[in-house]
């Protein structure tokens, strides 16, 4: 089917990316509790209200004094403190540290006023009276002073941040019980094709069972969003309009496989005219992944990919990936690149740039890269552990082992 396209035909990579990122927007912020914050991604800068630690604090079991009253102390020489006070973890100091006297201290209380440094117990002798110390210490010795983390006032995280572990227990020790993230970017997958049958189906002639739906779910799902499957939907104009139609209802995002090619069933591109959708781009200067479309219907993305999984994947990672990161939120939302030898040699020419999925190797301390001996559009098992996906440079030739070519990784 011929069209008079006044939209943009074979894009490069990074402009198919920039033109998507200035069509969409953001999805909107809710109040997230820490207990659903688990890889959220923040939707306001965090600042500190108080110091962590709040207070000078002891790192080890030891005792408390003022580093003067031991500068001459030695093993010949020891010299013996009074025992005044002892602080577990938790309690309060209620006396002040004065000359030749000492607190017992654990690990995390407080330094009583008046000392200045802490002794680990190993390296004294003690009675509950008095400890012996043996060597002189430095004022300032042993203590975790109050803000040594964190000072109040610091920006401790910023908007568009995924929230890890470890940034879920600092929010808990300032004191946040919940924190303003971005709604999770929602997503809906159509497959098209008269030739798929649903998971679980008898293969009858000419028929495979359909794939796409699961593993752009699952993928999409490892990246925070909530993605739900459309289902099937035959090589029928009528059909897949409805489909788009139905699945911008509920989505920020409509992602179709199959149809976007030149072929006589090829007929997204002609569901979303008879929509009235806002066409962008069609086919993308790479492979696998040349078969793609982009277009806005009623504010919402619509990425048309391609059937062949390995394609499909290819966009979704190279051009989806991002765009689909910013409208989630996140501060970073590019893949990271890096330089990394082939571990094998690649055999074929490559006109255009060329993907390939494959897996980091770390060997001799530097990075290599390795990948499948079979690379097809139609082929799904070359991305079964894929951690890295290589580029090679549009006019390239057959490659050799040890080539350093570019990566990218989330």
Known sequence: MEYNRNYPVRLEIEEAVELLLRKVGKVSTEQVSLDEADGRILAEDIFAQEDIPPFDRSPLDGY???????????????????IIEELPAGTAPSRTVGKREAVKLSTGAPIPPGADCVEKFE?????????????????????????????RG??????????????????????????????????????????????????????????????????????????????????????IARAVADCAEQADVVITTGGVSVGDYDLVEAALRQLGAELLFWKIGMKPGMAALAAVYQGKLIL????????????????????????????????????????????????????????????NGETWFDFGSRQSNGMLNQWAGCDMIAEIPAGSGPMEKGSLISAYYE
């Open 64 to 82: 408390a004094f003022r580093a003067k009253d031991v500068a001459a102390a030695d093993r010949e020489h020891p010299v013996a403190l009074k």
């Open 123 to 151: 390296n004294t002798e003690f009675t509950d009276e008095q400890v012996k110390l043996f060597a002189p210490m430095k004022s300032g010795s042993n203590i975790c002073r109050a803000g040594e983390d964190i000072r």
């Open 154 to 239: 610091d920006k401790v995280m910023e908007a568009g941040t995924e929230l890890s572990a470890a940034q879920i227990g600092l929010l808990a020790g300032l004191g946040f019980t919940e924190v303003r993230c971005f709604a999770r970017l929602r997503a809906a997958v159509i497959s098209t094709g008269s030739e798929l049958l649903p998971e679980g189906s008898e293969l009858t002639p000419g028929k495979i069972r359909s794939t796409n739906g699961r593993t752009i779910r699952s993928l999409s799902r490892k990246w925070g969003m909530e993605t739900k499957i459309y289902g099937i939907v035959p090589d029928d104009q009528e059909s």
């Open 304 to 363: 048309g990919l391609s059937g062949n999984p390995s394609a499909a994947l290819a966009t979704l990672y190279m051009v989806g990936h991002p765009v689909l990161n910013y409208m989630a939120g996140r501060r970073e939302y590019y893949l990271k690149k890096c330089q990394v030898r082939m571990l094998r040699d690649f055999p074929k020419k490559s006109p255009q740039r060329r993907f390939l999925p494959g897996k980091l190797i770390l060997q």
